[in-house]
């Protein structure tokens, strides 16, 4: 008998080792390529063009940054993409050769190139017989301006010195993405295409703009509830969500009003930012160091950041303060700049109306999954 009580633990773990093989073998194997192709051109809006070639290049992005194409994640995806664009690689927009000019001298004055410089160039002749400054005028997308651009720093005197980081198109594509951050994406991690001249005209492509989109929105780890958070983080960077509830929770301990806009510190600077001078108010409360509260805020911009003890500490004392618990994630407050804008806009707005497309992508997607 002690003999068989010895082997009583080892049964047990036999036991549930051969459940545990039960039920990964239960478990449906995951959809094949072409049936979730199927399912994207379903989801898709019916009147756009080539719906399999965007179902194509939509699922080649979920493969290439091995991201589990669940219908949460393709909803999340058409959503931005038809908030963004509506589907076109390359929209238009309206009064973009002036809004270009007024930036191309904005940007060189801060690299301090004055204007009578800038517009000298834009005055010289480019080789189809018009001036620079027409042919501004004349873009009509932000692919054709980006090319455009790029063409004229390299035809004119010195322009890839004098204007070469005054590039005025800075996002492009379907999703509308960052072209720093592909740019940046591509030097981590390898493109699965051979780029058509580079990352930047890679970006206003189809294939290129769905896959640095995609990595944008869901290529990073989030513990969010609610896909609207990373609506909001699309739009604001990633993080902000998270990084504007530790604000609020911040505001509670230190009694000091903070602007809830996910950014918590001031980067490539020691400055100290309004969240970094709240955390230092309480730092005897939370028995932290001024430079371990700068540490701590150094890691906004990962999930690590969840893991230190400024944030563990701060939440602990909120709600003690507020004797309830908090959320950990708070849509950023923050007004949308950007020279193609004319209405006022916010995060709040961008993220509320992706997430109602996202609803009821996901009402029309519940049948296709089962």
Same mark, same amino acid.
């Given at each position: 008998?002690?003999?068989?009580?010895?082997?009583?633990?080892?049964?047990?773990?036999?036991?549930?080792?051969?459940?545990?093989?039960?039920?990964?073998?239960?478990?449906?194997?995951?959809?094949?390529?072409?049936?979730?192709?199927?399912?994207?051109?379903?989801?898709?809006?019916?009147?756009?063009?080539?719906?399999?070639?965007?179902?194509?290049? =939509?699922?080649?992005?979920?493969?290439?940054? *091995?991201?589990?194409?669940?219908?949460?994640? =393709?909803?999340?995806?058409?959503?931005?993409?038809?908030?963004?664009?509506?589907?076109?690689?390359?929209?238009?927009?309206?009064?973009?050769?002036?809004?270009?000019?007024?930036?191309?001298?904005?940007?060189?004055?801060?690299?301090?190139?004055?204007?009578?410089?800038?517009?000298?160039?834009?005055?010289?002749?480019?080789?189809?017989?018009?001036?620079?400054?027409?042919?501004?005028?004349?873009? /009509?997308?932000?692919?054709?301006?980006?090319?455009?651009?790029?063409?004229?720093?390299?035809?004119?005197?010195?322009? #890839? #010195?004098?204007?070469?980081?005054?590039?005025?198109?800075?996002?492009?594509?379907?999703?509308?993405?960052?072209?720093?951050?592909?740019?940046?994406?591509?030097?981590?991690?390898?493109?699965?295409?051979?780029?058509?001249?580079?990352?930047?005209?890679?970006?206003?492509?189809?294939?290129? $703009?769905?896959?640095?989109? =995609?990595?944008?929105?869901? $290529?990073?780890?989030?513990?969010?509830?609610?896909?609207?958070?990373?609506?909001?983080?699309?739009?604001?960077?990633?993080?902000?969500?998270?990084?504007?509830?530790?604000?609020?929770?911040?505001?509670?301990?230190?009694?000091?009003?903070?602007?809830?806009?996910?950014?918590?510190?001031?980067?490539?600077?020691?400055?100290? $930012?309004?969240?970094?001078?709240?955390?230092?108010?309480?730092?005897?409360?939370?028995?932290?160091?001024?430079?371990?509260? /700068?540490?701590?805020?150094?890691?906004?911009?990962?999930?690590?950041?969840?893991?230190?003890?400024?944030?563990? /500490?701060?939440?602990?004392?909120?709600?003690?303060?507020?004797?309830?618990?908090?959320?950990?994630?708070?849509?950023?407050?923050?007004?949308?700049?950007?020279?193609?804008?004319?209405?006022?806009?916010?995060? *709040?707005?961008?993220?509320?109306?992706?997430?109602?497309?996202?609803?009821?992508?996901?009402?029309?997607?519940?049948?296709?999954?089962?």
């Amino acid at each position: 008998m002690p003999a068989l009580r010895s082997l009583r633990p080892v049964v047990a773990a036999v036991l549930m080792v051969l459940a545990l093989a039960a039920c990964r073998d239960d478990r449906p194997p995951p959809p094949d390529p072409a049936t979730v192709r199927a399912r994207i051109v379903r989801l898709l809006p019916v009147a756009i063009p080539d719906r399999a070639g965007w179902a194509t290049d =939509i699922y080649a992005a979920f493969a290439a940054l *091995e991201i589990e194409p669940s219908k949460e994640n =393709i909803c999340a995806v058409l959503a931005v993409t038809e908030q963004e664009s509506t589907f076109n690689p390359d929209p238009p927009v309206p009064g973009l050769g002036r809004i270009a000019v007024a930036e191309i001298e904005k940007r060189a004055a801060r690299v301090g190139v004055p204007s009578l410089v800038v517009r000298g160039a834009l005055k010289l002749d480019s080789p189809d017989g018009r001036t620079w400054e027409q042919r501004l005028a004349s873009a /009509r997308t932000e692919r054709e301006l980006s090319e455009m651009f790029e063409e004229l720093v390299d035809s004119v005197p010195l322009g #890839r #010195r004098l204007l070469g980081d005054s590039n005025p198109v800075r996002t492009g594509g379907p999703m509308q993405v960052s072209i720093a951050f592909a740019e940046a994406h591509a030097r981590d991690r390898p493109y699965p295409y051979v780029p058509d001249g580079s990352i930047r005209r890679e970006v206003f492509t189809r294939r290129g $703009g769905m896959y640095f989109g =995609i990595a944008h929105l869901l $290529g990073y780890p989030a513990s969010y509830e609610r896909m609207l958070y990373r609506f909001a983080d699309f739009n604001a960077g990633w993080y902000a969500s998270r990084n504007a509830a530790f604000q609020r929770a911040l505001s509670i301990a230190s009694g000091i009003p903070l602007d809830l806009d996910g950014d918590l510190i001031v980067h490539g600077s020691d400055a100290v $930012g309004a969240t970094e001078a709240a955390a230092r108010a309480i730092s005897t409360q939370i028995d932290m160091s001024h430079g371990a509260i /700068r540490r701590a805020l150094e890691r906004a911009d990962s999930q690590r950041f969840e893991r230190t003890d400024l944030y563990e /500490r701060v939440y602990a004392m909120a709600e003690r303060i507020g004797g309830r618990a908090l959320e950990r994630a708070h849509v950023p407050h923050i007004r949308l700049q950007s020279p193609k804008i004319s209405r006022r806009l916010t995060t *709040e707005w961008f993220a509320t109306r992706v997430d109602a497309r996202y609803r009821r992508c996901i009402a029309r997607a519940a049948p296709l999954w089962g």
